[in-house]
């Protein structure tokens, strides 16, 4: 029996994971309206004046993708570790980490993408305008996939824990603090005219280590809650 | 000798019962004499006047903060490589002191902000980083506390701690990166202190008595840890404990 290559296990791992948030696109919706109704929370609680909303526009769309992405994240193994299907992953010979970077992809594409393909209508709706809704896109495109990979390290640690839910929210959400920071940096210096290049790259840099630790740091998690 | 063979909890649990009290008496005296100094000896500052004594007790305790939670992280990494229990006892052991200094730097920095800068808490990156360290340490200890397989709890708080060394870092260098109201540092390895040698003496012993502290309160508390996790019948209760060690 031939081994499929490490590209064609990651394929499968995408390909299976896609599929199983297609066939279930209630999940998958129910993230992006909650991004949606967080984020109309705020004009009617702060109040409509535009020149607020402009200025709090990024953080509270930011903030809303953040926990949009950590509501998501029991969906990345608890369903595989249930079934079993994670342990099958763990047992084969392709790298678990190789697998893990799969898996996280596969959710960054299912609660991550929509979120991004979304931002410039809820920007919209904040008032920001022209640069600054290019630069929200962008920063959330760099910063939605770091997201997801620290989410997974959490997700990992918590599986069949009590309480999970709860918990991988206190764990993650400290890690998340440098990725909102840049992110929201990011639109609030363009707005300020500085431009939002250096922000941008240290989002850029963030996604960097995070895809080169977090696959690792997720497997030994996952590892650790099979044993 | 052998040192090996403290690295067994049985064998341990005596020797860090000796070692408690120096450290603990080490704590007090350097303790005693730096706030004494801190407090009495050294002059008023001419722009802060007295308020700047607080510093006394918060430079120590963020550096402890930041210090514990890298200790913390080692020993996890270690019990993790080596297999090792007691490495994970010591690493259970430091996080309640390490959030206890993260807490009281942030304290003290509260109260020497109010009267200087005019604010109890501004949104400073260092002040911010180092609230993340104590969310850090919540985790850390929330984590552990809510698995239930003992084996399971150690290994998955020690990548929890691994992985949010990230943010010691970021925490040190903040006021250097990002150019905020928080005071850059004043005292470096490299470079000349700037501050009045009086003050720093202080700083510098009560420095040292915050370490002593924490091995001293680390060690007590690691004995608790062996006792509650190693109650075997034959050894439940420290007589038993110590009659064992000394009839080896």
């Not at chain 1, 639109?187 to 005219?193: D, I, N, R």
């Not at chain 2, 430091?94 to 009281?104: H, K, N, S, W």
């Amino acid at each position: 029996m031939n081994r499929p290559s490490l590209w064609e296990a990651l394929r499968g791992v995408v390909r299976r994971d896609l599929l199983l948030a297609m066939r279930r696109r209630s999940d998958v919706a129910m993230s992006v309206f909650f991004l949606v109704i967080v984020a109309s929370l705020f004009p009617l609680g702060v109040g409509p004046e535009p020149a607020v909303l402009k200025t709090i526009g990024a953080g509270v769309l930011w903030v809303a993708a953040l926990l949009a992405c950590l509501l998501s994240l029991g969906r990345v193994f608890t369903a595989d570790y249930l079934d079993g299907v994670l342990e099958q992953m763990v047992l084969i010979a392709q790298p678990l980490p190789v697998l893990v970077v799969g898996k996280v992809f596969a959710h960054w594409i299912v609660s991550g993408l929509p979120v991004v393909l979304l931002s410039p209508l809820l920007g919209l709706q904040f008032g920001l305008n022209g640069e600054a809704l290019g630069v929200l896109v962008l920063s959330l495109l760099l910063g939605t996939p770091t997201l997801s990979m620290i989410g997974a390290i959490g997700a990992a640690l918590v599986l069949g824990v009590r309480g999970s839910g709860l918990l991988v929210a206190l764990l993650v959400l400290p890690l998340y603090v440098p990725v909102l920071i840049f992110g929201a940096g990011a639109v609030t210096s363009s707005m300020a005219g500085i431009g939002g290049e250096a922000n941008l790259s240290l989002l850029g840099a963030c996604l960097v280590v995070s895809l080169f630790f977090s696959p690792w740091a997720t497997a030994a998690a996952l590892r650790i809650a099979l044993e | 000798m052998n040192w090996s063979k403290y690295s067994a909890p049985l064998s341990f649990y005596p020797l860090a019962g000796k070692m408690v009290p120096w450290f603990s008496v080490l704590a007090a005296l350097a303790i005693a004499v730096g706030l004494y100094i801190g407090l009495l000896v050294a002059p008023t500052d001419f722009q802060q006047g007295d308020s700047y004594r607080i510093i006394f007790v918060h430079v120590p305790a963020a550096w402890m903060s930041m210090f514990l939670y890298v200790v913390m992280a080692i020993w996890a990494g270690i019990g993790m490589g080596l297999k090792a229990r007691l490495s994970f006892m010591m690493a259970q052991a430091i996080a309640p002191t390490g959030a206890m200094f993260t807490f009281l730097a942030l304290l003290t920095g509260a109260m020497w902000g109010k009267p200087t800068w005019g604010a109890w808490w501004v949104w400073d990156a260092r002040l911010t980083s180092e609230l993340i360290l104590l969310f850090q340490y919540a985790g850390v200890m929330l984590l552990r506390t809510s698995i239930d397989d003992l084996r399971r709890a150690d290994r998955a708080s020690g990548v929890l701690a691994l992985v949010g060394v990230v943010n010691i870092p970021i925490i040190y260098f903040s006021v250097k990166w990002w150019n905020t109201l928080h005071q850059g540092a004043s005292v470096s390895m490299t470079a000349a202190p700037k501050m009045a040698t009086i003050m720093l003496t202080a700083m510098l012993l009560m420095t040292f008595g915050f370490w002593m502290y924490s091995i001293a309160v680390v060690l007590s508390r690691v004995r608790c840890v062996i006792l509650e996790r190693e109650s075997q019948p034959a050894w439940g209760n420290p007589s038993a404990v110590s009659e064992v060690a000394e009839a080896r």
